[in-house]
């Protein structure tokens, strides 16, 4: 969970947690203290291993841990994306744990993430001016520094690109709904969403990665086209 004790205060007035039970909080204590206190602290206080988690709120936990950033599968300059640790049960109660120890971000509702009014223009617009500079123009990520990297977007959930414009996970600035309302948020869902369905009418895509990675690519397949062609025509001729 090291990526989740970024959330910074302004973050705390986002929403109220929906109501937990104390059961599920208690649940949520007993993982929490099996799976993330060794580096976390037992009060959630933070040790030089990872940040406190007082106050990150449910809607950091759940974007962390349901993506199987966290925990960490070992120490590793960025926490990277795969199989959950947790059942979808585990996460909540984990996320009510964690909400129930200081105000924080709630989890997003199925009515904040809808894109069902939603301006697909707007939305381009924002993720260029906000997005694309990290995580490329068409969502399949980039490089950052120090082995950092903006990671693709592709299979991001709109609950998951709600999460990570409020809470700020890893190297992400966090956009709290007083700085990107959620009307303009649920723009940029949209945008991704058209994004990771649409097709490429150009031929193949490369991954999406830019000019550079297409020079190369041209460059080193058409000269070696070149090369190979000649050697060919050589060998015809004697």
């Avoid at 705390?12 to 909080?25: D, G, M, V, Y």
């Avoid at 950091?60 to 059942?87: E, I, K, N």
């Avoid at 924002?126 to 990297?149: E, M, V, Y």
């Amino acid at each position: 969970m090291t990526g989740l004790g970024y959330a910074t205060v302004t973050q705390a007035a986002e929403a109220a947690p929906a109501a937990a039970s104390q059961t599920q909080i208690d649940q949520g204590r007993q993982l929490y203290l099996e799976g993330c206190a060794t580096c976390h602290g037992l009060a959630a206080q933070g040790t030089n291993a990872g940040p406190g988690l007082i106050g990150v709120g449910a809607a950091a936990v759940d974007f962390q841990v349901s993506t199987g950033r966290m925990p960490l599968a070992a120490p590793a300059v960025q926490a990277v994306r795969r199989t959950p640790t947790y059942t979808p049960d585990q996460v909540a109660a984990l996320a009510a744990f964690v909400a129930s120890l200081g105000p924080g971000p709630a989890i997003p509702s199925a009515q904040d993430v809808s894109t069902a009014d939603a301006n697909l223009a707007e939305g381009g617009e924002l993720f260029r001016t906000n997005c694309a500079q990290c995580h490329n123009f068409a969502g399949k990520g980039g490089a950052l520094s120090d082995g950092k990297f903006a990671p693709s977007l592709m299979v991001a959930t709109p609950t998951e690109i709600f999460e990570a414009m409020l809470t700020g996970p890893q190297n992400m600035p966090n956009f709290p709904n007083s700085t990107l309302p959620v009307e303009k948020k649920q723009a940029i869902i949209k945008y991704i969403e058209h994004l990771q369905n649409s097709p490429d009418p150009g031929g193949l895509a490369l991954g999406s990665y830019g000019p550079v990675t297409e020079g190369v690519f041209i460059w080193t397949a058409g000269i070696g086209a070149v090369l190979l062609a000649a050697v060919w025509i050589g060998a015809k001729v004697r």
